[in-house]
């Protein structure tokens, strides 16, 4: 059972992460998630010593989250590379088509902090983008599919692109398109793989001198 103080320090980061992803995180003071939370400024800033601090930790929460998310969404799938993919873009058009949706709290945070590339957002985006695509490249060396790890930069590609997309224009239809370029994918690099028959030689004749 978690004790008072935790269960304080999840509800601020609970009440940041609502705030961040909707109105985005440099919009939002610490005034704003500590009466979101329902605490003090002064009890904020005994869990964390400053909003970086704060964002850093909401930040690794959303890391856990997603991570499960995914890998909730692939066992849902078969063995098969294709059906995995499949299934990973056919949940996230369902995911985006959900009211309020606004993207990748990850993506927008890299974005934002786009000028300070040492900044927390961006080192939490970096590290979570890099362990999707190696989650997946996994999943996909698993299941036996070739070139695993290029496969899986250019599907992240992919999702990146639904990310940008879906938000500038409102239309989750842009993940079913991903899709099916990431089946195509999956397929050229599974013939690839394939191995080939091996060519019939013809043996030539001998003839012996009697």
Not at 26 to 32: M, T
Not at 101 to 115: I, K, L, N, V, Y
Not at 180 to 189: C, G, I, S, W
Request: charged letters at 25%; hydrophobic letters at 45%; one cysteine or more.
């Amino acid at each position: 059972m978690r004790g008072p103080a935790k269960e304080t320090k999840r509800r601020i980061i609970d009440a940041a992460y609502g705030l961040f992803y909707e109105r985005g995180f440099a919009r939002i003071g610490v005034d704003d998630i500590a009466e979101a939370a329902g605490v003090t400024k002064r009890t904020l800033y005994y869990h964390f010593d400053s909003k970086d601090a704060l964002i850093a930790a909401v930040l690794e929460v959303q890391n856990e989250l997603m991570l499960t998310r995914i890998q909730r969404w692939a066992r849902r799938a078969s063995g098969n590379p294709a059906t995995v993919v499949e299934k990973l873009f056919a949940e996230f058009a369902a995911w985006a088509r959900q009211p309020g949706w606004r993207g990748s709290g990850f993506t927008r945070a890299a974005m934002e902090f786009a000028h300070l590339p040492g900044h927390p957002a961006r080192v939490a985006a970096r590290r979570h983008k890099a362990a999707v695509e190696s989650w997946l490249a996994e999943e996909l060396s698993g299941n036996r599919a070739g070139a695993a790890r290029q496969l899986a930069r250019q599907i992240m590609l992919l999702i990146e692109g639904c990310h940008s997309l879906i938000l500038i224009h409102g239309d989750a239809g842009y993940a079913d398109a991903a899709a099916e370029v990431a089946r195509l994918l999956v397929e050229r690099h599974a013939s690839r793989q394939s191995p080939k028959p091996a060519r019939k030689t013809r043996k030539k004749s001998v003839l012996v001198e009697a």
